[in-house]
């Protein structure tokens, strides 16, 4: 499996990084399937500070993958959706869809009130989970995890990443 560089960032305005239980579970994940965590950080939800630091790792040409986590909901302040779909240079429609279909089987139908999203940028791809420690669980074991597996068949994003800059 190759080396791929993966970027965490928590979205909440009630935690930190001392008890951000699915960062840390991300974390664990991304060092047990073998890539290097590249970089790590805790933004509150806010549009611009999540913006502004996934455009931070996009414009990194270290950062192959950012997953954040959080800021997924429909209260006022959860915002991810709306501050990455605008970074995005193609949506991976898929991804949403799965991860609800997936959710579906754990929370009914509660899970249309998720509202991940993922996509690539500027050669990045982007994969925004809710921020609870069984969606991301869920979300990371049964899709990201193969996806970022070059032997995952019959496709997978980890094959195509050197390709995504291509004119």
């Given at each position: 499996?190759?080396?791929?560089?993966?970027?965490?960032?928590?979205?909440?305005?009630?935690?930190?990084?001392?008890?951000?239980?699915?960062?840390?579970?991300?974390?664990a994940f991304i060092h047990a399937d073998e890539h290097h965590l590249a970089d790590r950080r805790l933004v509150p939800d806010?549009?611009?500070?999540?913006?502004?630091?996934?455009?931070?790792?996009?414009?990194?040409?270290?950062?192959?993958?950012?997953?954040?986590?959080?800021?997924?909901?429909?209260?006022?302040?959860?915002?991810?959706?709306?501050?990455?779909?605008?970074?995005?240079?193609?949506?991976?429609?898929?991804?949403?869809?799965?991860?609800?279909?997936?959710?579906?089987?754990?929370?009914?139908?509660?899970?249309?009130?998720?509202?991940?999203?993922?996509?690539?940028?500027?050669?990045?791809?982007?994969?925004?989970?809710?921020?609870?420690?069984?969606?991301?669980?869920?979300?990371?074991?049964?899709?990201?995890?193969?996806?970022?597996?070059?032997?995952?068949?019959?496709?997978?994003?980890?094959e195509l990443i050197p390709r995504f800059l291509e004119r």
């Amino acid at each position: 499996m190759p080396d791929i560089r993966v970027a965490v960032l928590t979205i909440s305005d009630t935690r930190s990084l001392t008890d951000d239980k699915s960062g840390d579970l991300l974390t664990a994940f991304i060092h047990a399937d073998e890539h290097h965590l590249a970089d790590r950080r805790l933004v509150p939800d806010d549009i611009y500070a999540i913006r502004a630091q996934v455009s931070q790792w996009i414009a990194d040409p270290q950062v192959q993958v950012v997953v954040t986590t959080g800021g997924t909901g429909f209260t006022g302040r959860d915002s991810t959706p709306e501050a990455l779909t605008p970074l995005f240079d193609k949506h991976i429609e898929g991804f949403g869809e799965l991860f609800r279909q997936l959710s579906y089987e754990d929370i009914g139908t509660s899970t249309i009130q998720s509202r991940a999203v993922g996509g690539m940028a500027n050669g990045t791809l982007i994969f925004s989970l809710p921020g609870s420690a069984g969606a991301v669980t869920m979300g990371w074991e049964k899709i990201l995890h193969n996806q970022l597996d070059i032997n995952f068949r019959p496709c997978n994003f980890a094959e195509l990443i050197p390709r995504f800059l291509e004119r």
